[in-house]
């Protein structure tokens, strides 16, 4: 049954052919190797259910396309359960209505008729024929129980409960988690609530325009993103053509003519391009089916926003199904070995699925007259997947089939990573249970899944053990590592992308290669400034818990360790480490000179009676190489020779004096040292400094900033030489990415 003609809120349909109840081809096409039936109309079943038989020992008349959907993917199902629950949803709702004029039975009926069409189990049926008896009739939850078992009862109760369940803007957050709660462990109670309101938009025609305008923003908001993130793209890609028929009637009469017009076109590229996709898989041996799948309106609205003019290979896609997973490879292979690729359009999906279970290669293939066509290529089980997602993939009560254990007959349900692999429970849907349980309260949570499900793209980014990573397109450093790390991430220090230094709040894109650095100290810190950057409920769930438990550290402070990166607190275990190398800390955080401070390294000038002055900005020490400029006063300042300031004086005309290194050993040297922030650092920095018999002449700690942190200590060596050992020993604490001698910018006396 078409949208179009049960919605009197939507244009008549563009073609003349009849659809199935729900189209697995998403544009009109029946489902591969699918016979099509002829249009099914419920309002006469709805009235025949009065009159037909109902004995106890024959399947009414009025079930009978269900039954037959329901056999064509499960050849060998009880349909006594389905009999049975006809029975008592048909007498229980007798007399009631539809505003639409029909029978109610109709709805209930048409609903698992979606469900069957979908490949959904007699269970799910079973409970979908009885979704609405409990709350509609008489009938009670302990009946259900009683007649159909604890599985149905539990499922009916989950889709009663989500009835009462307002989804727009002044929902309450607790009731909805509740209901998230209830739909995660059982995803089926989703199921059939999504094929409800398909059904219920098919035929939203009957309501106000403004109660339609509604609840189709509702089915925006929140119930095509649930089902995007289930897996059920049949379900989704129908109810955004009707929300958008609803809310843009302009737009969708405008794209309904695109589609007529190229309807009415003398030649089709895509088909012919689909012929030469059949042509070179014979001539390779390989056995697979070629489809041609028409954009849905929404798709090709937008592809038309995105190209502009569109070409006649726009309006659809060329789907390869195969057998095997290794002939998928192999289709792509022989494609872009005999036609032309578009490269930059290839993805994997089948060796990276998507976060709803999706899998599929994608990539697409251009002809000499320009015209380039998507292609998908993918398993007839993929397929599957990808059209009904959670819907069709089992029972989570059943047994474990033989691909779903070990050797031993335990259930393989955990990947390397503890992500789960039990197909009924996708991995979004096990960390929204994460998320619920962690949220410090319900408003948190409803905020954060609100986000989530507003972000409707999502990219890869590779781990450096191998492993990959799917995350909202936006995702950032922090996000990552939540999703790797969990809690654990609190400890994060900083990041490597794609091999270079980065900090947490970059933006990764997709195929990024993330290497996250991780502190040693178990008591790490996450910095409020980290909530500016989370995008994925799991970091900011995280993050916010963290925060509320600790309530003193969103306090500012006063020094050089205001953010929540470096702590005031920390000025007490940094005490010691200060003392110990000579310096005490001064009012504005940097440490003042100790009284008597050792003498500095000798350089001896060739200019009698002079007086010798290291350079503050590049302070040279031996052996290093170095030179001199006299200034006012008879003064001769030593500069290294690659310090920026040789070069203005030399440009300024001064004349170099030379110098050289007398017998002293001794050296005071300004050091800077770049860090990620975290709690400790500057004890740990000042303690390394310490164990080196070294003592700090001043120190002063910038504020942080994108959780980086810059260090400048000056510095009075017992031994120049000591100093590449000193540098060493810096760059050895956690979270310190670099150290080099100080470089600043002075003016010429």
């Excluded at 006469?44 to 106890?56: D, I, M, P, Q, V």
């Excluded at 178990?522 to 438990?549: D, F, G, K, N, Y």
């Excluded at 975290?678 to 164990?691: G, Q, S, V």
Aim: proline fraction near 7%.
């Amino acid at each position: 049954m078409s949208a179009e003609a049960t919605n009197p809120a939507s244009p008549g349909a563009v073609t003349s052919s009849p659809k199935l109840a729900v189209s697995l081809e998403q544009g009109g096409t029946p489902a591969p190797r699918r016979r099509a039936r002829p249009r099914i109309d419920l309002r006469r079943l709805g009235r025949a259910a009065f009159l037909g038989s109902a004995t106890r020992d024959r399947l009414p008349d009025a079930i009978g396309h269900v039954a037959e959907a329901h056999r064509a993917h499960h050849p060998d199902a009880d349909l006594d359960p389905l009999r049975r629950a006809y029975v008592l949803a048909e007498s229980s709702h007798r007399g009631q209505m539809r505003k639409s004029g029909e029978p109610y039975i109709t709805h209930p009926l048409a609903v698992t008729l979606i469900l069957a069409e979908l490949g959904a189990e007699t269970t799910t049926l079973t409970a979908s024929l009885l979704h609405d008896t409990v709350e509609d009739t008489d009938v009670t939850l302990d009946q259900v129980g009683e007649e159909f078992g604890a599985e149905v009862r539990f499922i009916v109760d989950g889709v009663t409960k989500l009835e009462k369940v307002d989804y727009g803007a002044a929902a309450e957050p607790e009731t909805f988690r509740k209901m998230l709660v209830a739909t995660g462990n059982d995803v089926r109670v989703m199921s059939i609530k999504l094929a409800d309101r398909l059904h219920n938009m098919r035929t939203l025609g009957v309501m106000r325009p403004e109660k339609q305008e509604r609840i189709a923003k509702v089915t925006r908001d929140v119930l095509i993103p649930l089902a995007e993130r289930l897996g059920v793209q049949a379900l989704k890609t129908e109810l955004e053509d009707l929300v958008f028929a609803i809310l843009h009637p302009e737009e969708y009469q405008h794209t309904r003519e695109l589609i007529v017009n190229n309807a009415s076109r003398a030649d089709d590229p895509l088909a012919e391009i689909a012929d030469e996709v059949r042509a070179v898989l014979r001539d390779s041996g390989i056995q697979a089916e070629v489809l041609i799948r028409p954009r849905h309106f929404v798709s090709l609205h937008r592809t038309a926003r995105k190209r502009g003019t569109l070409r006649g290979s726009d309006f659809g896609r060329v789907l390869v199904l195969v057998n095997e997973d290794a002939d998928c490879y192999g289709v792509l292979g022989e494609l872009h070995t005999c036609m032309t690729p578009v490269v930059s359009e290839f993805k994997d999906f089948i060796a990276v699925p998507k976060f709803n279970l999706y899998q599929s290669l994608h990539t697409a293939v251009a002809r000499k007259d320009g015209q380039v066509a998507e292609v998908l290529i993918r398993t007839h089980q993929m397929h599957k997947a990808a059209e009904a997602g959670v819907i069709a993939l089992g029972n989570p009560y059943a047994p474990p089939s033989e691909e779903q254990t070990d050797g031993d007959g335990a259930r393989a349900d955990l990947e390397g990573d503890g992500e789960r692999i039990d197909p009924t429970r996708p991995g979004w849907l096990s960390r929204l249970l994460d998320w619920q349980e962690a949220a410090p309260d319900p408003d948190t949570f409803w905020s954060t899944l609100r986000e989530d499900l507003a972000q409707d793209r999502e990219i890869t980014v590779f781990r450096a053990d191998g492993g990959s990573l799917g995350l909202p397109e936006g995702a950032s450093c922090v996000d990552a590592a939540y999703a790797q790390y969990g809690e654990d991430a609190h400890a994060c220090i900083g990041a490597r992308v794609n091999g270079r230094l980065a900090t947490l709040s970059t933006v990764l894109r997709d195929g990024d290669t993330v290497q996250l650095l991780m502190g040693q100290d178990p008591a790490s810190e996450p910095s409020r400034e980290w909530l500016e950057h989370a995008h994925t409920p799991v970091a900011r769930i995280a993050i916010q818990r963290w925060l509320a438990a600790h309530p003193t550290h969103d306090e500012p402070t006063d020094g050089p360790e205001t953010s929540g990166d470096l702590p005031e607190a920390e000025e007490t275990p940094a005490e010691p480490a200060r003392e110990a190398a000579g310096a005490r800390p001064a009012q504005d955080g940097s440490s003042a000179a100790p009284d008597a401070s050792p003498a500095a390294a000798t350089a001896v000038v060739d200019q009698p009676g002079a007086t010798v002055r290291l350079a503050g900005c590049c302070t040279p020490v031996p052996p290093d190489e170095v030179t001199g400029f006299a200034v006012r006063g008879g003064v001769v300042t030593v500069h290294r020779v690659e310090c920026a300031g040789v070069a203005r004086m030399k440009s300024t005309g001064r004349a170099e004096v030379g110098v050289h290194w007398g017998d002293t050993t001794e050296a005071r040297v300004t050091l800077v040292a770049e860090s990620f922030g975290r709690p400790h650092l500057l004890a740990d920095l000042t303690e390394a400094i310490a164990l080196e018999g070294v003592a700090i002449v001043s120190a002063t700690v910038e504020p942080p900033s994108q959780q980086r942190v810059r260090h400048t200590y000056t510095l009075q060596l017992p031994d120049a030489a000591h100093l590449p050992a000193l540098m060493r020993a810096m760059r050895n604490v956690p979270g310190v990415y670099d150290v080099s001698r100080a470089q600043h910018h002075v003016a010429v006396p």
